[in-house]
């Protein structure tokens, strides 16, 4: 399978830059997988492909503000370090640029030394191992230094830092939004379980692994990030008795679908727990649990358009992009949505 097969145009006007005032205002493509019919829907009417029985799995990360801007000691040159993976003892796998001002023994001081941190290892693709110190509770100092880390196609500021994060964000650890639950408002939610729909949560931290190009051509050959999930067993059951009683499972985005598909045995029942996922979905996949996604708009030879593209098919999918264009549908973070059932 090539790269190429999983391209296609753009035009740049069309990625969306700002997220609309009323979340649940966004458009709905909604595409049937089984004969690649397409509708076009607003995103409110997912109440209707929604049944009682069903239910309806959102990943509850919550995105940190990882983007800390700082100077090196000595120096003062810039540096941008983007938080990706917590060790122990303070210490954050992270991304720096640039990447050259940040050699091992390298100190960077955040907010005029109420933050700082020592580069004290290097990664295999570049990633610096930095440990930091401070005085108080680091998510509070984060919380007061760090940015949103926007995606690298979004290039305006994000005035309200809520809206990069869903509104059932719980649990603190993403670098980077499961942008299909932005659509969902409170009201929403709350329609939809009274409808007869179960809500199930799942936590899968995503990694800026998301928006790591696919470098070979043969994608066989790519090489997926790893991120960090956890099911309770409470919201296992949930599913589980879904799947049992003949409900479909639908996930809110390519997030929530890794989780339930790492989680799952080859018969289909969801197993409780947490660990570590590095799960690559592509054209001849079989899924085991999920019957059908939400999902937004994914970039062009992107592993996102390859796993909606083991569910409805590459073609399906593709033409499905292309009516959207014509369309003129929003893409990507802050964009329109799609449901894939």
């Not at 740049?12 to 205002?25: M, Y």
């Not at 650890?173 to 009201?187: K, N, Q, R, V, Y």
């Not at 070979?216 to 589980?240: G, P, T, W």
Request: aromatic share 8%.
């Amino acid at each position: 399978m090539h790269l190429d097969e999983f391209d296609f145009d753009l035009p740049q006007e069309l990625i969306a830059q700002d997220p609309l005032e009323d979340r649940a205002g966004s458009r709905l493509l909604v595409l049937d997988k089984e004969t690649g019919e397409v509708e076009h829907r607003m995103f409110r009417d997912i109440l209707s492909f929604l049944h009682p029985g069903d239910c309806l799995v959102i990943n509850d990360t919550k995105v940190i503000p990882a983007r800390l801007m700082g100077n090196k000691v000595g120096t003062e040159a810039g540096i941008e370090v983007l938080l990706l993976k917590r060790r122990e003892n303070d210490v954050w796998e992270t991304l720096v640029k640039p990447g050259k001002k940040a050699r091992v023994g390298a100190e960077i001081s955040f907010g005029d030394g109420i933050l700082t941190g020592k580069v004290i290892g290097v990664e295999e693709e570049g990633n610096r191992l930095i440990q930091f110190s401070y005085e108080g509770i680091f998510e509070e100092i984060l919380d007061q230094l760090g940015q949103m880390p926007l995606p690298p196609y979004i290039t305006h500021e994000l005035k309200d830092k809520n809206r990069y994060q869903t509104v059932y964000a719980k649990h603190e650890g993403s670098a980077a939004a499961p942008t299909a639950g932005l659509h969902f408002t409170t009201e929403l939610l709350e329609q939809i379980e009274r409808a007869g729909v179960l809500i199930a949560h799942v936590t899968l931290h995503v990694g800026l692994g998301t928006f790591r190009p696919v470098k070979v051509d043969n994608i066989l050959e790519h090489h997926m990030h790893s991120e960090f999930y956890r099911i309770e067993q409470e919201e296992a059951d949930k599913i589980n008795a879904a799947k049992a009683g003949g409900g479909k499972v639908i996930a809110v985005g390519t997030t929530s679908c890794r989780t339930l598909e790492s989680a799952a045995d080859e018969s289909g029942l969801l197993k409780s727990g947490s660990g570590w996922t590095d799960i690559f979905i592509y054209p001849g996949y079989q899924f085991k649990i999920l019957d059908a996604l939400i999902t937004n708009f994914h970039l062009p030879k992107s592993t996102l358009i390859m796993l909606v593209s083991a569910l409805a098919g590459r073609e399906y999918v593709l033409h499905a992009y292309e009516e959207a264009v014509q369309e003129r549908y929003r893409f990507f973070s802050f964009g329109d949505a799609m449901y894939i059932g």
